[in-house]
């Protein structure tokens, strides 16, 4: 792998597009490259390894103030994994707890979409709840 990358083909490379990349530079999730006379920013392969662990954990919904944590934590090898496990854990309640409500979304529009009579819309249920929020299954969504 060639180790003077340009933005472009870091991006290209990594899935991520050229603005997130500088986006990431400007909240400090990427250190700043080094730059040619011409102010053209040249990537290592370091960086490349760094961008793939900010897409990576951005794909699992981790947000920034979370990664940032994880990245300092890649960044000493040696210490103990609590840290790192106690955010991954939360992250994980936060997956759980957008599951169970979207279960009982899925399950309020099963019930909505059962109960049409393919008539009248003046008959029709998914009208019905949704003109009133106490005819729900599941009033918490």
Do not use: W
């Amino acid at each position: 792998m060639k180790s003077d990358l340009t933005i472009g083909e870091v991006a290209a490379q990594s899935g991520v597009k050229v603005p997130t990349i500088r986006y990431y530079e400007q909240i400090g999730l990427l250190p700043e490259p080094p730059r040619t006379e011409g102010n053209r920013r040249f990537y290592d392969a370091k960086g490349l390894r760094r961008l793939a662990f900010i897409r990576h954990a951005r794909e699992l919904g981790f947000d920034v103030a979370a990664i940032r944590t994880l990245l300092i934590l890649q960044d000493d090898p040696n210490q103990p994994c609590a840290s790192a496990d106690a955010i991954a854990k939360a992250r994980l309640i936060e997956v759980e707890q957008r599951i169970a409500s979207l279960t009982a979304l899925k399950s309020e529009l099963e019930v909505m979409v059962e109960g049409c009579r393919h008539g009248r819309l003046a008959e029709c249920r998914v009208i019905e709840v949704l003109a009133d929020h106490g005819k729900c299954m599941h009033p918490e969504h």
